[in-house]
């Protein structure tokens, strides 16, 4: 069972940048399709980026598509989120997952990290 640690999220203005990390606790991070989701308060928790296990496939929401930028290092047993030009609908926490086949589907994702709040300011 992979457990994973998110960090980076934060305040930031309008227009900003944020990067978050996601660390996993062993190398059975490899294996796994990463997923990043996020829930605004009152939403819904919803899909915002995933990445296959070499990383040769990545796939974002339109939401943030041309914004965000999913990556992941498996020496290091992260993954990453790149966000620029935040807006606050990008407002909420971020949580990183790890699933067995890449799905957008919250659901089939068996692993989950506590969450990092990010908050866009307008």
């Known amino acids: 069972q992979v457990q994973l640690v998110e960090s980076g999220g934060g305040l930031v203005q309008a227009g900003g940048s944020l990067r978050l990390s996601c660390a996993a606790s062993?190398?059975?991070?490899?294996?796994?399709?990463m997923g990043w989701f996020r829930q605004a308060p009152g939403k819904e928790r919803e899909f915002v980026s995933t990445?296959?296990?070499?990383?040769?496939?990545?796939y974002h929401a339109d939401s943030v598509k041309g914004r965000f930028t999913i990556s992941r290092d498996n020496a290091k047993n992260t993954l990453y989120l790149q966000m620029n030009g935040l807006n606050p609908e990008d407002t909420g926490v971020y949580y990183c997952a790890a699933a067995r086949r890449l799905t957008t589907r919250g659901s089939e994702y068996a692993y989950w990290g506590q969450g990092t709040q990010v908050t866009v300011s307008s």
């Open positions: 990445i296959t296990r070499n990383s040769d496939h990545t």
């Open positions: 062993d190398q059975t991070f490899s294996k796994y399709i």
